[in-house]
């Protein structure tokens, strides 16, 4: 099994000259990551030979390595790393830079070592490069004792995004055994320019195409600060979703979420009746209590305090669930009162409910009791905790976690090679650093991606809705494929 580098981490190579370690780092990172004691006697001197520049070379080359680690970014130290001291500097850095600390020994066979030195325009001196194989020969044991985060030999290795361990083991069990997981294309930014339907259609075809079992769209009636501008186009979802059922896919269709503060509950039941009939029994209905003032104010809606709104939350649900059921007669429970039932068509078939939010007192309990699904945070560490959460609330309302279908909504910069997902984040990332953007849509590549969506399916998590940050038109989507068809 190949070695796993955490990424981004400060990498040390240690190895004398002619040991391999420029190709090592090469071919593991790129250019810009990669600050090298030869490189940098070229620029503050006459050459890489300039050895009277080496001392210019270094003070330039801390300077690099301790901006870089105060970003958060890689940084992979090309010198021979034989100083302990150097290293203690580096180890050091590392940690005020809360960066994974990674030596890489390249213990080269002196033969060879000497066979590469004297094929040198310039060889270093056999003395010189004696003394350094010396140095060599007990200096695993010696780095091992200094405190690294992980030794290693230098092999091909597998670079692993630090903000998903475990991604590539669960990337390799996914390819020898797949898990079954659906992906759900949720939609929120609109760039249709001169012909929304034709955009909206081929979009749908293309989710289609790729493998998606659905279309998810947002329920705001202005887009929301975390996804554009407010004068962006946001269209209204039920209708929009009505236009895409008559396209005759096998797409479900749906939204999430709904916030119950501006859609009366019965008319609600109304829509999302009318929805699956017209899409053949695929339509979900995704809810939450509402968040955003502004969209209500905006729109002379009243925004009710957060008790309230979960209140309406829960009448809601069960004014739904009241409407969808067989015939027409009355209903009355403690909450919801109604002379009769009377809601034609019928939903084609059971429509899921899926509770979006994750407020652990409230929302998570009402998922619990009322829910068919509830939506949480795609971030590992976080997920864990909301499970633990919902299992105990489901556990007091006498229900099993495992009915609840457990979905989440992710955001993932996903690139064809680490040199692109950095520039996709470089182009997106706006004035967040790019560490922390880069953490919070999950960025790596596709086979990154399958092993961290590995680990949702591990959890429990059914269904992911995945939203590009980037939605131009169809290509986007058909990108995706490779990740959703890893999931059969």
């Excluded at 290795?157 to 949720?186: D, K, M, Y």
């Amino acid at each position: 099994m190949q070695p796993r580098i955490p990424d981004p981490a400060l990498v040390v190579l240690i190895g004398v000259s002619g040991s391999g370690k420029s190709a090592w780092a090469a071919a593991h990172y790129q250019p810009n990551e990669i600050v090298s004691s030869d490189q940098l006697r070229a620029v503050v001197g006459s050459s890489e030979r300039d050895l009277d520049a080496s001392a210019d070379a270094f003070a330039v080359l801390d300077q690099i390595v301790a901006a870089r680690a105060r970003r958060g970014l890689t940084v992979v130290i090309d010198t021979l790393g034989l100083d302990p001291q150097r290293r203690r500097g580096y180890l050091e850095l590392a940690s005020q830079a809360r960066l994974p600390a990674v030596a890489v020994l390249v213990p080269t066979a002196a033969g060879l070592c000497r066979d590469r030195n004297r094929a040198r325009d310039v060889p270093v001196p056999a003395a010189v490069l004696d003394s350094q194989l010396q140095r060599m020969r007990g200096m695993r044991a010696e780095v091992e004792a200094e405190g690294w985060d992980l030794v290693l030999t230098a092999e091909p290795s597998v670079l692993e995004p630090a903000h998903t361990p475990g991604a590539v083991s669960a990337g390799q069990q996914q390819a020898r055994a797949p898990a079954g997981l659906e992906f759900v294309l949720q939609v929120s930014r609109f760039g249709w320019g001169d012909d929304p339907a034709g955009w909206l259609r081929s979009i749908a075809l293309a989710a289609a195409a790729a493998g998606f079992g659905g279309i998810a769209l947002m329920d705001h009636l202005i887009q929301v600060p975390q996804v554009g501008r407010a004068w962006e186009p946001i269209p209204e979802p039920w209708v929009t979703l009505g236009m895409l059922a008559g396209l005759g896919t096998d797409l479900r269709l749906g939204t999430l979420v709904t916030p119950v503060t501006y859609r009366p509950a019965g008319v609600l039941a109304k829509t999302a009746a009318t929805l699956d009939v017209l899409c053949g029994g695929r339509a979900f209905c995704g809810v939450g209590a509402g968040w955003w003032q502004r969209e209500h104010a905006g729109f002379g809606l009243p925004f009710p305090a957060a008790a309230a709104r979960l209140d309406q939350l829960e009448l809601t649900i069960e004014t739904m669930r009241a409407l969808w059921q067989p015939g027409t007669r009355a209903y009355h429970s403690g909450r919801v009162s109604l002379p009769e039932t009377t809601c034609y068509p019928r939903p084609a078939g059971p429509i899921p409910i899926i509770v979006g939010g994750s407020g652990e007192r409230r929302t998570l309990q009402i998922a619990a009791r009322l829910g068919d699904g509830c939506n949480l945070p795609s971030d590992l560490g976080t997920l864990e905790h909301k499970l633990a959460v919902l299992g105990q609330h489901c556990r007091q309302a006498g229900r099993d976690l495992a009915e609840l279908a457990i979905t989440v909504l992710d955001v993932p910069v996903i690139g064809t090679s680490r040199a692109e997902v950095a520039e996709l984040v470089d182009r997106m990332r706006g004035r967040t650093s790019a560490v922390a953007f880069a953490r919070r849509h999950h960025a790596g590549t596709a086979a990154d991606h399958i092993g961290r969506f590995a680990l949702l399916a591990e959890r429990g998590v059914r269904t992911v809705f995945l939203a590009p940050p980037v939605l131009a038109g169809p290509d986007d989507v058909l990108r995706l494929a490779p990740v959703v068809s890893a999931f059969g």
